[in-house]
């Protein structure tokens, strides 16, 4: 319950930060990222119970999981900020849009991977 | 299979949604950036998100085992889908013990894989154990869905108490008409010399002592003892008792009367068990080595069950009490119902020795004050209790964990040559 409302708060903060600023700040898709990460690992730690003992491929599993997770949300971010930078006027609607759009696709392409 | 979200769907769905409306309102794209990994890890989460399939077995190498001995014991695993992280764990009841292996264990299976996961148990205490339920939960790559289940296998392990080797037990008093091992005191065909006595019409040749015949100038026989069997029964007050920790008196109990049992099946007595308690249970007489098994089997599902219904002897069936027969209370005497049963039975004629098991080192004596007293007054009513017994003519030995059983069988032997019968 509390991972959220940390992110949020840095996200807060983050935005708070860039209030006076009118141009697209290219950091936010690391900043995103790192959030990800955070939050990841945050519940990654709450999760873990040292009486279950937990095989290493599991452990190695997770954190290519992970990996794969923040490269592509690196990518996803990256494409989306380019996106945005073209036009600003619209570029909230259209990002919107791209990012529902990006997450389908890569959604359609994990399920047909695991069909 | 029960399924339920974890709260970190709720948690990043939410961020998602504050996420893309924030940006929304306030017109940043960098908000939108923020709120994407989120999203995408919700999506690839629920994607990749499958019901998983899995057959949980448990097996057992052996179903019977003694105290302390090992028991190898396999969890096998069938899955049909892939599972990304199943946990497991194996209950264990109290009395067995994990020695060797992961318990419970988190891992990865792929679809169509069997997995066997090997675990090392010990007996450590003795009883009817039944070993599971297998808790299983299996979670999607991300940790967004859980599915939990209850693998039903639950197989029984029976361990069978130690037992101390007699070298000796209590001689009833009188025998029965079958042949054993027990010196019968009447006179009749048998081995053992018992006197002589003037020959009679019809006494075989190979009886007469020529010796005395020689210096009594008159044919003179040998007689003997002959050899029966007797009946004994193995009376466990399971009323109540005193526990500290793993040990309590109802464990001494049990491994004195499965060690009783075996030595006077081994002697060709027949042997019977009456375990008066919360629960009554009995086993009339019989011999040989498959009553031996049943009284132990019986001895395993002994438990001190909490009961206020006064019972009294008569509720004992009266065949598993036959008449002549050495009956061998072991009680902690800690309750009146059973001593008022041992008494009874004393008081109806039985041959009645009692091994009291004592609870005293169950229960230290506390540091001072009233408490110290009421502990000394508890004793000093089991003393009088003991000596109520002996009164009444019962053979009675204080049995303590640091006295080996054949010691205090010596004590009640000694008691019992010397002790005359009295009335009560």
Redesign the interface.
């Known amino acids: 319950?509390t991972?959220?409302w940390a992110?949020?708060l840095v996200?807060g903060g983050?935005?708070l930060a860039?209030e006076s600023s009118t141009i697209?700040?290219g950091w936010?898709?690391v900043?995103?990222?790192l959030?990800?990460i955070a939050?990841?690992l945050g519940?990654w730690s709450i999760?873990h119970d040292a009486?279950?003992?937990?095989?290493r491929?599991?452990v190695l599993?997770?954190i290519a999981?992970l990996a794969a997770?923040?490269a592509?949300?690196l990518l996803?971010?990256f494409m989306?900020?380019a996106t945005?930078?073209l036009s600003a006027s619209p570029?909230?609607?259209l990002?919107?849009v791209g990012?529902?759009a990006?997450?389908?696709a890569?959604?359609v392409v994990?399920?047909l991977l695991?069909a | 299979l029960r399924r339920w979200a974890t709260?970190?769907l709720a948690?990043?769905a939410?961020?998602s949604g504050?996420?893309?409306l924030?940006?929304?309102v306030?017109?940043?794209?960098?908000?939108?950036?923020?709120?994407?990994?989120?999203?995408?890890?919700l999506?690839?989460g629920?994607?990749?998100a499958?019901p998983p399939s899995v057959k949980v077995g448990v097996e057992l190498d052996q179903n019977r085992a003694l105290e302390g001995e090992e028991v190898d014991a396999r969890i096998v695993l069938q899955s049909s889908t892939p599972v990304?992280?199943l946990?497991l764990?194996l209950d264990l009841p109290d009395g067995i013990e994990l020695r060797e292996g992961?318990n419970?264990?988190?891992?990865?299976l792929r679809a169509g894989e069997r997995r066997v996961i090997e675990l090392k148990l010990g007996a450590a205490r003795w009883g009817g154990h039944v070993l599971g339920p297998t808790y299983v939960r299996a979670r999607d790559?991300?940790?967004l869905l859980v599915w939990e289940t209850t693998a039903e296998t639950r197989p029984e392990l029976r361990v069978y108490p130690h037992e101390d080797v007699l070298r000796r037990v209590l001689q009833p008093r009188e025998t029965q008409v079958f042949t054993g091992n027990e010196v019968s005191r009447h006179k009749g065909e048998g081995i053992e010399f018992a006197d002589i006595r003037r020959w009679s019409a019809g006494d075989p040749l190979k009886r007469v002592n020529w010796r005395a015949s020689a210096r009594r100038g008159d044919l003179w026989v040998n007689e003997s003892h002959p050899e029966r069997n007797t009946d004994v029964i193995l009376f466990v007050d399971s009323f109540a008792e005193a526990r500290r920790g793993d040990e309590g008196t109802l464990d001494l109990t049990v491994r004195a009367t499965a060690a009783l049992a075996d030595a006077y099946v081994g002697r060709r007595d027949r042997v019977g068990l009456i375990a008066f308690g919360g629960i009554l249970r009995w086993l009339v007489p019989g011999m040989g080595v498959v009553q031996l098994y049943r009284i132990v089997d019986a001895l395993l599902d002994t438990q001190v069950v909490l009961s206020y219904y006064w019972k009294e002897i008569d509720v004992i069936p009266r065949r598993t009490l036959p008449p002549n027969a050495l009956v061998i209370a072991l009680s902690p005497l800690l309750d009146a119902r059973s001593v008022g049963a041992l008494l009874d039975l004393r008081a109806r004629g039985y041959d009645l020795a009692v091994i009291d098991v004592s609870p005293v080192p169950f229960a230290p004596r506390p540091a001072g004050g009233i408490d110290a007293v009421a502990y000394d007054i508890w004793t000093l009513r089991r003393d009088a209790l003991r000596h109520r017994l002996q009164s009444a003519g019962v053979a009675v030995a204080e049995w303590r964990d640091d006295t080996p059983l054949q010691a205090v069988l010596e004590e009640v032997r000694e008691f019992r040559r010397y002790a005359r019968h009295a009335r009560v």
Not at chain 2, 26 to 32: D, H, I, K, S, T
């Open positions: 319950v991972i959220p992110v949020l996200g983050y935005l860039r697209v700040d936010a898709a900043i995103g990222v959030l990800l939050a990841e519940s999760d009486r279950i003992q937990a095989e491929s599991l599993r997770r999981t997770l923040v592509a949300a996803v971010n989306l900020l945005a930078g570029g909230v609607l990002a919107a990012v529902a990006a997450v389908a890569v959604a994990l399920r695991r | 709260p970190k948690g990043y939410g961020l504050a996420g893309l924030s940006a929304l306030f017109a940043r794209p960098e908000l939108v950036a923020l709120t994407a990994p989120f999203l995408l890890a999506a690839a629920l994607t990749l499958t990304d992280r946990e764990y992961k419970p264990v988190a891992l990865h790559p991300l940790g």
